[in-house]
C-alpha cells in the first residue's frame, strides 16, 4: 500500500506569523492529520517544517501522538508526499541547489528522518487546487 501525505505552510507577511499544515491517507482512509502555529517564519521555513513535522508523525522512533491510528509499517511499502512549494520539493528531489543554510539543516533532517523510515520516499509537486486541505489546516490555526 502507498501513504500519502500531503503538507503546507503559510506565512502572512514572510516572515510573519506562520503555520504548518498536513493529512496523511492510506488507502483512501485518513489516517492523521495536523495543523500549528510556529512562530514567526517565512514560507520556506513553513514548507519545511510542515514536511518534517509529517516525517515526525511517520517515523517508527515518533513520540508525536497520532489522534487518528498507528501506523502500521507492515501495510506500507511506499510513500508519496505531495506538495504545492515548487522550491521545497525541487530542494528535496536534488533538482534545485540549496545554498541557504538553514534549508540545508531542514534537508539534513529530512534525510534522517528518511532513514529511520526505512520505505521508499517520493516527493511530488502538486498545483496548489490539489492541495486544498492541507492548506485549509495552515489556515485554520
Known amino acids: 500500500m502507498i501513504l500519502k501525505v500531503f503538507t503546507d505552510g503559510g506565512s502572512k507577511g514572510n516572515p510573519g506569523p506562520a503555520s504548518i499544515g498536513g ?3 492510506l488507502n483512501g482512509e485518513k489516517i492523521f492529520d495536523f495543523k500549528k502555529s510556529i512562530g514567526i517564519a517565512t514560507n520556506n521555513d513553513a514548507e519545511y517544517q510542515a514536511l518534517i513535522h509529517a516525517l515526525e508523525i511517520i517515523s517508527p522512533k515518533s513520540q508525536i501522538t497520532n489522534k487518528f491510528k498507528i501506523i502500521n509499517f507492515k ?10 512549494s515548487r522550491l521545497m520539493v525541487n530542494q528535496v528531489n536534488g533538482l534545485f541547489k540549496v545554498k541557504n543554510g538553514k534549508i540545508k539543516e531542514y534537508i539534513f533532517k529530512i534525510r534522517s528522518l528518511e532513514q529511520e523510515i526505512k520505505l521508499l520516499i517520493i516527493y511530488h509537486l502538486i498545483p496548489r487546487e490539489q492541495n486544498v486541505e492541507a492548506d485549509q ?5
Open 23 to 25: 493529512v496523511g491517507y
Open 75 to 84: 501495510e506500507i511499502n511506499e510513500i508519496k508526499f505531495y506538495s504545492d
Open 137 to 141: 489546516l495552515v489556515n485554520a490555526v
